[in-house]
């Protein structure tokens, strides 16, 4: 059975097939599958906030969703600046919102 869509409308377009993971964005468990990259799984259960940006402050959820632009920069595992459309999902990865740039940002700041 097809997942149905969530409240933001998304839904996957076939039944997934893979074995089922759990990721956890900002603390809350997502269900995703091997295979999926982390953007995937995050828009297929109505994630619209990936990144917010360093100058206007609005919310970014991907753009090109092939690794060339830097609208799905997030913090994976304690990493920042890792790009959701071209990570692979590993189960238990903890994905957190990246304000503006990141880690590096906060340190020359503080
Ligand atoms: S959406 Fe552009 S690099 Fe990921």
Redesign the pocket.
Known sequence: MIEQENRHGARRLNEPSGVALTLTYEGNPIPAYRGDTV?TALLAAGVRVFKITEVAGEPRA???????????LMIIDGQANR????TPVEDGMDVRIQHGLGAAEREVQS
């Open positions: 953007a991907g753009f090109c969703y092939s690794g060339r632009c830097s609208d799905c790009r959701a459309c071209v």
